[in-house]
């Protein structure tokens, strides 16, 4: 509900992650065979030269790369940094920002994955997996302290109807992604930043389906007089 658009690698109109006003936003290579690479941040003039030279996540040094994009905001003329199709400047603007219906235990797990998902898109994904689990465990009502494996809590909240076809999966992706990260390593998030921006939506989309949802069904219900509201037959 109203969170905006968040910066894209496939829009040309968003949320400029420096000022915020939703505008057109203006994308130019960068650093193909170039030497130096410079931005305007928070209408500053930046550099990014911390990264030239350096080994990025890709095995790559930026100054070689023909992917990497600044993005100039039409409004405020400050631009973002974008290599392999993840914005690396400004910091901190990975993943969607998060549902306003979400709790508040579960928000703050899910701000620290969008801080530390530039860095690490593995840490960021076991973090995601965490505030599912947090959410789970509220939806669930799970006394404090009592241990319940995740994939039982979304079994059950899949049996009462809590949630239902792309949620679960919704769900089940968050989970696994997270498992594998930690365990497993099979999974590259690396490789296609995509996964891992996508991952974000889900939670969110948890969030508002389990809770958003039928809350504003709720108060459209209460719109309804309650002689009539007895009358319905829903339950
Ligand atoms: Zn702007």
Redesign the pocket.
């Given at each position: 509900m109203s969170k905006g658009q968040d910066p894209r690698f496939d829009l040309d109109a968003f949320n400029?992650p420096?000022?915020g006003?939703f505008?057109h936003q203006w994308w130019y290579r960068i650093g193909a065979g170039g030497d130096v690479i410079t931005a305007r941040l928070r209408g500053k003039p930046a550099v990014a030269a911390p990264l030239l030279g350096k080994k990025m996540r890709y095995g790559e040094t930026v100054a070689a790369r023909d992917n990497a994009y600044a993005v100039r905001?039409m409004?405020?003329q400050?631009e973002s940094v974008w290599i392999g199709g993840r914005m690396i400047l400004p910091e901190g603007g990975t993943g969607e920002r998060a549902d306003p219906e979400m709790p508040e235990g579960v928000r703050a797990v899910y701000e620290e994955a969008r801080t530390i998902a530039q860095k690490s898109p593995r840490a960021a994904a076991a973090l995601l997996r965490l505030s599912v689990e947090m959410l789970c465990r509220e939806l669930c009502k799970v006394p404090q302290g009592k241990q319940v494996e995740l994939n039982e809590m979304i079994k059950a909240l899949k049996e009462k109807g809590r949630v239902k076809g792309a949620t679960v999966e919704a769900l089940e992706m968050v989970r696994v992604v997270g498992n594998d990260v930690v365990h497993a390593g099979r999974i590259d998030l690396e490789e296609d930043g995509s996964l891992l921006e996508g991952l974000f939506g889900c939670v969110n989309k948890v969030v508002d389906d389990a809770i958003g949802e039928p809350k504003r069904q709720e108060s459209l219900l209460q719109k309804i007089p309650e002689e009539e509201r007895k009358k319905m037959k829903t339950k």
């Open positions: 400029c420096n000022c006003a505008a905001c409004y405020c400050s």
